[in-house]
């Protein structure tokens, strides 16, 4: 049986990346939860240990840039 989050031809479906600016263990966790395979966000967030990917956090950059 296939997994409901594959298509027929065994490539992924739904959500594939979760950018957690944020940075809460809750966002991480439901991310993970959710089956999420790629996790990115700070490496000063609180649910870093559950990202797949850690961004190096720089006060010089807006928000929303610092995870580009």
């Known amino acids: 049986a296939r997994s409901l989050r594959t298509r027929a031809d065994g490539t992924p479906r739904g959500t594939t990346h979760a950018y957690l600016a944020q940075g ?34 720089r006060r010089e950059q807006h928000h929303a840039e610092r995870l580009w």
Do not use: C, K, Q, W
């Open 24 to 57: 809460s263990i809750r966002s991480a966790s439901v991310a993970m939860m959710a089956g999420i395979p790629h996790r990115i966000g700070f490496d000063t967030s609180a649910g870093r240990l559950l990202y797949t990917r850690e961004v190096s956090y």
